[in-house]
Structure formats: structure tokens, C-alpha cells
């Protein structure tokens, strides 16, 4: 095989569309464009958005909202879901990936919160507790410790 052999295969590559060259082409006299008007002049039409001189749609709608650099994103999950493990358990945010009750870890870690009850002993690895959440693990006889 050599370069100047390759060729793509049948079908696969549709002519170009050769406009002007004559009425019997099809596509002579005006190339396609139609009669006179902005779209059948050197360099015609209008930019994206135009809306022929009336205010844009773009410009009459308000902005709306706004996103905080500062927000913290943390990966949540409740104090009743850490009932399936066994007691004296470590459960960190590496292990609850492990084991399919989280997704993915956001970009801040994982945060604990208080719904649900919990009766077993587990130590417990977070960047973020709520205050219920470090009750009721206490309360059980683990360990709630902040990374």
C-alpha cells in the first residue's frame, strides 16, 4: 500500500456541490441563493441573534442568579445509613465509596448528618458533623472524629 493508492471507500465521501457552471447543472445562474436580497450578496446575512433591528431576546430577558465561589460541597450522608455496619467499624469517606453508599467524595469531603437512629459503636472520619449527628454517635458509645 502507498500513500498516493489510499483512497476513501465507495460512498463514503460526497462530491462538493459545484455551483455557477451553467443552467444545466441545476445549480447556475443564481448558485443556489435565489433572487437579489441580503442572502444572495458577497458577504450577506446578518450576525447570530439579529432580530432585524428590534431589541434581542438576549438583551430583554433579566440575568438571573448567581454562584458563590465560596460554597463548600461536601458529599452528605445520615447518621441511620451507618446502622448496616458492624459495631467497632472505622468509616471513612474512602470507605463508604468502597462499599457503594457513596457515589463520589466532593470536592470538600464528607459531611454527617443527624437523621435516623443509630445503636451500634462506630468510629467515624468526617470533615464535617452536624451537632445531632455527633449526639446520637456518642450516645451509641462510638467516636465521631473531624479530619
Request: overall charge positive; glycine content about 16%; cysteine-free.
Amino acid at each position: 500500500m502507498k500513500l498516493h493508492t489510499i483512497a476513501p471507500a465507495e460512498g463514503a465521501v460526497t462530491a462538493p456541490k459545484r455551483l455557477g457552471r451553467g443552467i444545466g447543472s441545476g445549480l447556475g445562474k443564481t448558485s443556489g441563493k435565489g433572487h437579489k436580497g441580503q442572502w444572495a450578496r458577497s458577504g450577506g446575512g446578518v450576525r447570530p441573534g439579529f432580530e432585524g433591528g428590534q431589541m434581542p431576546i438576549t438583551r430583554k430577558i433579566p440575568k438571573r442568579g448567581f454562584k458563590s465561589p465560596f460554597k463548600k460541597e461536601f458529599t452528605i450522608i445520615n447518621v441511620g445509613e451507618l446502622e448496616d455496619f458492624d459495631n467497632g467499624t472505622v468509616i471513612s469517606a474512602e470507605y463508604l465509596l468502597e462499599n457503594g453508599y457513596v457515589r463520589s467524595i466532593a470536592p470538600d469531603g464528607l459531611k454527617i448528618l443527624g437523621d435516623g437512629e443509630l445503636t451500634k459503636s462506630l468510629t467515624v472520619k468526617a470533615n464535617k458533623f452536624s451537632q445531632s449527628a455527633v449526639e446520637k454517635i456518642e450516645k451509641a458509645g462510638g467516636k465521631a472524629e473531624v479530619i
